[in-house]
């Protein structure tokens, strides 16, 4: 970290600033380590589509208006798979129905904002800006507007990764580096950001075990949207019991 | 596929991205939240990534089949100990990446 990021994370006037240049530097501190593993995923990503045949123009596009990492490589690996653009949007959206409940989550520290800001905040909602955004706002001494660079930071870091990706893609061999691992080694370290308690680890455990079972029976990706919707239920359930019992 | 292919494709799935993520933002956050909603909502993120992971981990994706003992499982677990040891994403992702490039070297 630069000294002059540091001084600005440490002084707690700074927090209160609303000038552009304790925003962006803040923002940006919270948001390199979503930007380093957003770099190899990135150039993962653009590998394997330059190999899958996308021109690199495409590339660009598809990270400027979609900006969702596992809907990307869903989409790579349907149109390597030869789907068609229907199937795709429609997956995109199934995978992308998760970011409803994460929407939602974040709703609650963003009480009475206008809906310009919402709308554009909204963009860059993504699994890894919400677990670091989600962490902060509950540590408090965050607001929207260092939230809001967090997200578009990491949107541009992105878009550039994928790009370079897609450009460099010819000179990587297929599997060489463990690209292949990039998007999970993500997961699992954003996995590890959710687990703050008991009952955490019960619903991760539960969630695992019911889309397992749910991924093996029913054909399809409803088994993302099917199983955590009913770990957290389920969690949710054990939490009161557990509160009543106290 | 063409120009207008990929933006009608990339059109669809922006949209398809977009409107989760906004219309929770633009129609919930002029609302205060009931707490069972807040508790059950905060649960959703570790179910959420859990419900992506384990599949990953512990199925072979060509057949559908459980397939336990997989290269990815294997790796997952000195990732995961990184994870939560250094509770580093960019390092967590290196590693993950490494272990199983090596994995597939050597297994």
Redesign the interface.
């Given at each position: 970290m630069s000294p002059l990021l540091s001084s600005a994370m440490n002084s707690p006037d700074n927090n209160q600033t609303n000038s552009i240049g304790p925003v962006l530097s803040q923002g940006a501190t919270v948001a390199?380590?979503?930007?380093?593993?957003y770099?190899?995923?990135g150039l993962a990503l653009g590998v394997l589509a330059q190999q899958t045949g996308?021109p690199w123009w495409?590339v660009a596009?598809?990270s400027i208006?979609?900006?969702?990492g596992?809907?990307q490589f869903i989409?790579v690996a349907m149109?390597a798979a030869g789907a068609s653009?229907?199937a795709?949007?429609?997956t995109?959206?199934i995978v992308?129905?998760?970011?409803?409940?994460?929407?939602?989550?974040?709703?609650?520290y963003?009480?009475?904002?206008n809906?310009r800001f919402?709308?554009l905040?909204?963009?860059g909602?993504t699994?890894?800006s919400?677990?670091v955004n989600?962490a902060r706002f509950r540590d408090s001494g965050w607001d929207r507007w260092r939230a809001l660079a967090v997200n578009h930071i990491s949107n541009l870091v992105w878009i550039l990764a994928t790009i370079t990706g897609s450009l460099v893609g010819q000179l990587v061999q297929p599997?060489?580096?463990?690209?292949?691992?990039?998007l999970?080694?993500?997961?699992?370290?954003?996995?590890?950001?959710?687990?703050n308690g008991r009952?955490?680890i019960i619903?991760?455990?539960?969630?695992?075990?019911?889309?397992?079972g749910w991924?093996?029976l029913i054909?399809g990706d409803s088994?993302?949207v099917g199983?955590?919707?009913c770990?957290?239920?389920l969690?949710?359930f054990l939490?009161c019991r557990y509160r009543r019992n106290k | 596929m063409n120009f207008s292919d990929y933006l009608l494709l990339f059109a669809g799935m922006g949209l398809a991205t977009y409107l989760p993520r906004a219309l929770p933002l633009l129609y919930l956050a002029h609302k205060r939240l009931p707490q069972w909603l807040i508790d059950w909502l905060g649960l959703i993120p570790v179910a959420v990534l859990s419900a992506l992971l384990a599949p990953t981990l512990l199925t072979d994706a060509a057949t559908r089949s459980l397939s336990l003992g997989k290269v990815e499982l294997i790796v997952a677990i000195p990732t995961l100990i990184f994870a939560l040891k250094t509770r580093s994403l960019g390092g967590t992702v290196l590693v993950g990446m490494v272990l199983y490039w090596l994995a597939g070297l050597f297994i």
């Open positions: 390199w380590p979503i930007c380093l593993g770099i190899p995923i996308l495409a596009m598809m208006l979609v900006f969702a596992s809907a989409c149109l653009i229907s795709i949007i429609f995109t959206l992308n129905l998760r970011h409803v409940l994460m929407s939602s989550a974040l709703a609650v963003l009480p009475r904002v809906h919402l709308a905040f909204a963009y909602i699994d890894e919400f677990a989600m599997g060489a580096f463990g690209i292949d691992y990039a999970t080694g993500m997961f699992i370290c954003l996995l590890v950001f959710q687990l009952i955490y619903t991760g455990f539960l969630a695992a075990l019911i889309s397992v991924y093996l054909p088994y993302i199983a955590s919707v770990a957290a239920t969690g949710y939490q | -």
